[in-house]
């Protein structure tokens, strides 16, 4: 039943008109409840379409909706793309994002503006389909512009706080600027294939000249830079978890995010055709899984450390893209967006039961209050870290083997990566959750909390889902692959020998226990360590400051200038200027305006006498 | 003996020039008006001799056209010059020069 696909697109779009036009008469948590059935309709449909898919040989299915744009020799239409790739992104999408509305009823619960948030929730679902679904670039754009717009106004969501404010500008225009690389990709293969659609592109591709070929992959990288929070535009990401905490755990890990390496995925022809690209890729992941890495070990806010770890780990998609490891790349988006979102809405469940406390300083001993929050969230612990039974260790697991084909250097990075984020991780783990609780006494200007409670059932439900899905993900892995090997046909990643894999999945779980147990001896029963969180981390390496300097300042300068020079010296200059001309012109000239009649006269036979001494002067 | 044409032309200008000159000197409305009257009346003059000289009635037909603006304009002008009289005392033009700028 792969006809089903257009209609997960109706769910949700139908959710969001529902509550956009009923939202308020249905209230709290009627509205909640809504979007939630609306998304979980989506997820069931993309279930249907997944079995109707897996039902047919022929794996790819084009769903014409209708024709949009007539352009030169061909058109646009609003076209789906039904196949294994589609279908894996739609499956997770539509899952996490049932849960994680599931758990926003509970979350949400008295905030102000309740049906709006389920407003933007169900917009971004629906875009994020939209994306995934888009059979050309240019529908995959405007779902692309969509999650932004969603992402903007819920980051910007508590909009009277400046900082969610201008970090709800700040995620917007970081995004901008990669967009700038998507939209010159799409004009450039448009001139040159004169199509759109991923299939034509696809079909094309091999005749670009391998400048050509190379230039968009980067442009492409550079789009999904802003998206997927690589370097150089991976700033905005942290700042974003100014955002109600199911909002990070679904947009800012486990799926928006993910569209950068969907997209270059969608591209994987165009992409092998190009060896530079390719190397800028894993270069730009790795060094991204690295340097982020390193930043998450010295955050002191819970929210924080897991967007950093956010950016790590799309920094070992990226890498795994690069490597042309496709499909482990997808295989660790999916595991991702299962134990990302686990801990995200468990640190989502410790905030909520803290009134808001998100400094790590400020927890400990949670272990006995929140016993589900505890047991869920360990599971996920274990799971990023990569200890071995739990998905992230294959879905990791695979990328590395991929870096290793690809090249050794890359593979070294990602490894030192893996074992900081079991450090970092442990680091969390162990300062949130154990040792003494430290929110009962008053600290840092701020009053003593009360012991937390556990939350409702309707935020402990997903949690256990998530982190069943996450601990068993690791099933996933062949299936996965054999699964999406129509669409990366010319993957060119080399098979390894069952030796050197069976080496690296050890060294894996190596560095997995090794991060962890030195985590746990380094911060068991501390709370502040300098030594290990020096401030060049906890400024993120000053990439901020660096941008201010280059950018900020100087734009801010020229802005400065324009302001106190530039308007009101030449611009009002001008204006002001030609005002004043004209006032004192015309007070020189009223005196000629005397009201005597025979001044009058004289002047007309003065004029006509000169009329005239012209005229004769020019005849003869 | 026919008169020259010269000479009509010239007893033309010399009243254009009267009446040209009383506009310009004098102050009394009433009198300027008449120096206005005395300025068309050179016009007319002017008008006629030409259509002598041209053999064009054209210019004849113009004098009545001058005439009958002149009498509307009389009309106007003194109904102007008695109203401003009878607010005022007096027609002397330069006192009266709200109008200026």
Same mark, same amino acid.
């Given at each position: 039943?792969?006809?089903?696909?257009?209609?997960?697109?109706?769910?949700?779009?139908?959710?969001?008109?529902?509550?956009?036009?009923?939202?308020?008469?249905?209230?709290?948590?009627?509205?909640?409840?809504?979007?939630?059935?609306?998304?979980?309709?989506?997820?069931?449909?993309?279930?249907?379409?997944?079995?109707?898919?897996?039902?047919?040989?022929?794996?790819?299915?084009?769903?014409?909706?209708?024709?949009?744009?007539?352009?030169?020799?061909?058109?646009?239409?609003?076209?789906?793309?039904?196949?294994?790739?589609?279908?894996?992104?739609?499956?997770?999408?539509?899952?996490?994002?049932?849960?994680?509305?599931?758990?926003?009823?509970?979350?949400?619960?008295?905030?102000?503006?309740?049906?709006?948030?389920?407003?933007?929730?169900?917009?971004?679902?629906?875009?994020?389909?939209?994306?995934?679904?888009?059979?050309?670039?240019?529908?995959?754009?405007?779902?692309?512009?969509?999650?932004?717009?969603?992402?903007?106004?819920?980051?910007?969501?508590?909009?009277?706080?400046?900082?969610?404010?201008?970090?709800?500008?700040?995620?917007?225009?970081?995004?901008?600027?990669?967009?700038?690389?998507?939209?010159?990709?799409?004009?450039?293969?448009?001139?040159?294939?004169?199509?759109?659609?991923?299939?034509?592109?696809?079909?094309?591709?091999?005749?670009?000249?391998?400048?050509?070929?190379?230039?968009?992959?980067?442009?492409?990288?550079?789009?999904?830079?802003?998206?997927?929070?690589?370097?150089?535009?991976?700033?905005?990401?942290?700042?974003?978890?100014?955002?109600?905490?199911?909002?990070?755990?679904?947009?800012?890990?486990?799926?928006?995010?993910?569209?950068?390496?969907?997209?270059?995925?969608?591209?994987?022809?165009?992409?092998?055709?190009?060896?530079?690209?390719?190397?800028?890729?894993?270069?730009?992941?790795? @060094?991204?899984?690295? *340097? +982020? /890495?390193?930043?998450?070990?010295?955050?002191?806010?819970?929210?924080? %450390? &897991? #967007? !950093?770890?956010?950016?790590?780990?799309?920094?070992?998609?990226?890498?795994?893209?690069?490597?042309?490891?496709?499909?482990?790349?997808?295989?660790?988006?999916?595991?991702?967006?299962?134990?990302?979102?686990?801990?995200?809405?468990?640190?989502?469940?410790?905030?909520?039961?803290?009134?808001?406390?998100?400094?790590?300083?400020?927890?400990?001993?949670?272990?006995?209050?929140?016993?589900?929050?505890?047991?869920?969230?360990?599971?996920?612990?274990?799971?990023?870290?990569?200890?071995?039974?739990?998905?992230?260790?294959?879905?990791?697991?695979?990328?590395?083997?991929?870096?290793?084909?690809?090249?050794?250097?890359?593979? @070294?990075?990602?490894? *030192? +990566? /893996?074992?900081?984020?079991?450090?970092?991780?442990?680091?969390?783990? %162990? &300062? #949130? !959750?154990?040792?003494?609780?430290?929110?009962?006494?008053?600290?840092?200007?701020?009053?003593?909390?009360?012991?937390?409670?556990?939350?409702?059932?309707?935020?402990?439900?997903?949690?256990?889902?998530?982190?069943?899905?996450?601990?068993?993900?690791?099933?996933?892995?062949?299936?996965?692959?054999?699964?999406?090997?129509?669409?990366?046909?010319?993957?060119?990643?080399?098979?390894?020998?069952?030796?050197?894999?069976?080496?690296?999945?050890?060294?894996?779980?190596?560095?997995?226990?090794?991060?962890?147990?030195?985590?746990?001896?380094?911060?068991?029963?501390?709370?502040?360590?300098?030594?290990?969180?020096?401030?060049?981390?906890?400024?993120?390496?000053?990439?901020?400051?660096?941008?201010?300097?280059?950018?900020?300042?100087?734009?801010? #300068?020229?802005?400065?200038?324009?302001?106190?020079?530039?308007?009101?010296?030449?611009?009002?200059?001008?204006?002001?200027?030609?005002?004043?001309?004209?006032?004192?012109?015309?007070?020189?000239?009223?005196?000629?305006?005397?009201?005597?009649?025979?001044?009058?006269?004289?002047?007309?036979?003065?004029?006509?006498?000169?009329?005239?001494?012209?005229?004769?002067?020019?005849?003869? | 003996?026919?008169?020259?044409?010269?000479?009509?032309?010239?007893?033309?200008?010399?009243?254009?020039?009267?009446?040209?000159?009383?506009?310009?000197?004098?102050?009394?409305?009433?009198?300027?008006?008449?120096?206005?009257?005395?300025?068309?009346?050179?016009?007319?003059?002017?008008?006629?001799?030409?259509?002598?000289?041209?053999?064009?009635?054209?210019?004849?037909?113009?004098?009545?056209?001058?005439?009958?603006?002149?009498?509307?304009?009389?009309?106007?002008?003194?109904?102007?010059?008695?109203?401003?009289?009878?607010?005022?005392?007096?027609?002397?033009?330069?006192?009266?020069?709200?109008?200026?700028?």
């Amino acid at each position: 039943m792969v006809a089903a696909a257009p209609w997960m697109l109706a769910f949700a779009l139908g959710g969001f008109v529902v509550l956009v036009t009923a939202g308020r008469r249905l209230g709290e948590p009627l509205a909640g409840w809504v979007g939630t059935a609306a998304i979980t309709g989506a997820f069931v449909c993309a279930v249907v379409t997944w079995l109707g898919l897996l039902g047919q040989s022929d794996r790819t299915v084009t769903i014409t909706l209708f024709d949009w744009l007539p352009l030169a020799g061909s058109e646009v239409k609003v076209a789906l793309l039904v196949d294994p790739l589609s279908t894996t992104m739609c499956l997770f999408v539509t899952g996490v994002s049932a849960l994680i509305h599931l758990y926003s009823i509970g979350y949400m619960h008295g905030e102000r503006d309740f049906t709006k948030f389920f407003v933007y929730l169900n917009l971004f679902v629906f875009s994020m389909l939209l994306l995934v679904l888009a059979d050309n670039l240019l529908i995959t754009f405007i779902g692309w512009e969509g999650v932004g717009v969603c992402s903007y106004w819920l980051v910007s969501y508590y909009f009277d706080k400046d900082s969610a404010a201008s970090a709800g500008k700040k995620a917007f225009i970081y995004n901008r600027v990669g967009d700038v690389g998507f939209l010159v990709a799409m004009f450039f293969l448009f001139t040159h294939l004169h199509t759109l659609t991923y299939l034509g592109i696809a079909k094309g591709a091999p005749t670009l000249s391998s400048t050509d070929v190379t230039l968009v992959v980067l442009l492409l990288l550079f789009a999904a830079t802003g998206k997927s929070a690589q370097i150089p535009l991976f700033n905005w990401l942290p700042d974003a978890m100014e955002g109600p905490t199911p909002v990070s755990a679904l947009i800012h890990a486990a799926t928006m995010v993910t569209a950068g390496v969907y997209l270059l995925c969608r591209m994987n022809q165009v992409l092998d055709l190009s060896t530079t690209g390719r190397a800028t890729i894993a270069t730009i992941g790795a @060094a991204t899984a690295f *340097v +982020a /890495a390193t930043i998450a070990t010295s955050q002191h806010d819970i929210k924080k %450390v &897991l #967007a !950093f770890s956010t950016v790590s780990q799309i920094g070992f998609m990226v890498l795994a893209v690069g490597s042309g490891a496709y499909a482990a790349a997808i295989f660790l988006m999916v595991a991702h967006a299962f134990y990302k979102g686990l801990l995200f809405l468990g640190a989502g469940s410790v905030i909520h039961g803290l009134d808001g406390e998100q400094e790590l300083s400020r927890m400990g001993g949670l272990r006995t209050l929140m016993v589900w929050t505890y047991a869920t969230f360990l599971v996920g612990w274990l799971t990023i870290a990569g200890v071995p039974p739990f998905s992230a260790f294959f879905a990791k697991g695979d990328v590395l083997k991929g870096a290793w084909s690809y090249s050794k250097p890359l593979w @070294a990075i990602g490894v *030192v +990566a /893996a074992l900081m984020t079991a450090y970092y991780m442990t680091r969390l783990f %162990v &300062l #949130a !959750f154990t040792g003494d609780p430290r929110f009962l006494a008053a600290a840092g200007g701020r009053p003593a909390l009360h012991p937390p409670h556990e939350s409702p059932w309707v935020m402990r439900l997903p949690l256990v889902v998530l982190a069943a899905c996450a601990a068993l993900a690791g099933l996933l892995g062949s299936p996965l692959d054999r699964y999406l090997a129509p669409v990366f046909t010319n993957s060119p990643a080399v098979p390894l020998s069952s030796s050197v894999s069976t080496t690296l999945g050890i060294v894996d779980g190596v560095v997995a226990v090794l991060g962890l147990g030195l985590a746990w001896m380094l911060w068991r029963g501390r709370v502040e360590r300098p030594e290990l969180t020096p401030r060049f981390l906890e400024r993120v390496w000053y990439w901020d400051d660096l941008y201010d300097a280059v950018l900020g300042r100087p734009s801010t #300068a020229l802005a400065r200038t324009s302001a106190e020079v530039l308007d009101p010296v030449v611009i009002d200059g001008a204006v002001v200027g030609t005002a004043v001309a004209v006032r004192r012109g015309a007070r020189e000239l009223r005196r000629l305006q005397n009201g005597q009649v025979r001044s009058y006269a004289l002047t007309i036979a003065v004029g006509l006498a000169l009329l005239v001494a012209y005229l004769l002067a020019r005849t003869f | 003996m026919t008169i020259p044409a010269a000479w009509y032309l010239i007893v033309s200008a010399l009243l254009f020039g009267i009446g040209a000159l009383g506009v310009l000197v004098r102050r009394n409305a009433l009198v300027i008006f008449m120096c206005i009257e005395l300025m068309l009346n050179a016009a007319n003059l002017a008008l006629v001799t030409f259509s002598r000289v041209l053999h064009d009635v054209g210019g004849q037909a113009t004098v009545f056209f001058v005439l009958v603006v002149a009498a509307a304009e009389v009309t106007v002008g003194l109904g102007i010059v008695v109203a401003i009289f009878r607010s005022r005392n007096s027609a002397i033009v330069d006192d009266v020069s709200e109008m200026h700028g």
